[in-house]
């Protein structure tokens, strides 16, 4: 079984976008709910945690919020945009509403490469989109980059392998983005890209094995093309071993 890189969801437009780089870096992902406790975390064992942006504001009544506790499970963290600053609220940072906001395309200064940007060049374009920025990096975290507008835009603290960035890696328009979660990956949190989704469908054949036998089932499937294709071919792989059927109905 693949111990995955858990992609917290705050809400972010991307949350879906993220786990889909992780697993273009060759690294499995699942995307969970920002109010997974702790307990919950640690039973998932996972490789790393990578915590998505959203749309709130860490200082708004019922703003989404992370288990703090998860903080000390010792689990490699990175924090993109709202992840990000709510990684600084909550290891004693300083979020300000200072009314300066950074939309889009976004130049970026690099002080400090730091494991997550190492190998980048010193000035480069990143995807901005919030109004909050992080003023002071918490104590014991390293400031990597900053804007004109965002003094900390990146941090890190490579002893408890947490690390954040304030802009979208996620998505194309930042020029560096995959590279900023490669190397999150392999030198922040040490994972071996070694995943493919032939393991995924290899672990689904087992499971439905072990659950049906020589039984037949009838799988009803609405959603996207990816997870469409993938529950076909595993499925599909299941028949030719284990005689299991397939159908497929999706919405129009």
Not at 96 to 109: C, M, V
Not at 220 to 249: K, P, Q, Y
Request: hydrophobic share 40%; with cysteine; charged share 20%.
């Amino acid at each position: 079984m693949n111990r995955p890189v858990l992609v917290v969801d705050f809400g972010a437009q991307y949350a879906q976008l993220i786990a889909r780089r992780v697993r273009e870096a060759s690294v499995y992902s699942e995307i969970v709910h920002h109010n997974i406790t702790a307990a919950e975390v640690k039973a998932k064992n996972p490789l790393a945690i990578i915590l998505s942006g959203g749309p709130s504001s860490v200082y708004e009544d019922g703003s989404p919020q992370l288990d703090v506790e998860i903080l000390k499970l010792g689990i490699p963290i990175l924090g993109i945009c709202y992840g990000f600053q709510t990684l600084a609220n909550a290891l004693g940072g300083r979020v300000d509403a200072t009314g300066k906001k950074e939309y889009g395309a976004t130049e970026l200064r690099v002080a400090a490469a730091g494991e997550i940007l190492d190998g980048q060049p010193s000035e480069q374009i990143c995807w901005m989109s919030h109004g909050d920025q992080v003023m002071q990096a918490p104590e014991g975290f390293e400031v990597l980059a900053s804007t004109d507008t965002t003094p900390v835009a990146a941090f890190a603290n490579s002893e408890k392998k947490i690390y954040g960035v304030q802009w979208h890696p996620e998505v194309k328009h930042s020029e560096q983005g995959q590279q900023v979660l490669k190397n999150f990956l392999y030198e922040g949190a040490g994972i071996s890209p070694t995943w493919n989704s032939g393991n995924v469908i290899a672990e689904q054949v087992e499971k439905i094995r072990a659950q049906v036998g020589d039984a037949r089932v009838i799988c009803g499937l609405s959603g996207g093309v990816d997870s469409a294709v993938a529950a076909a071919r595993a499925v599909e792989a299941g028949h030719e071993v284990i005689g299991v059927h397939l159908a497929l109905s999706s919405n129009p």
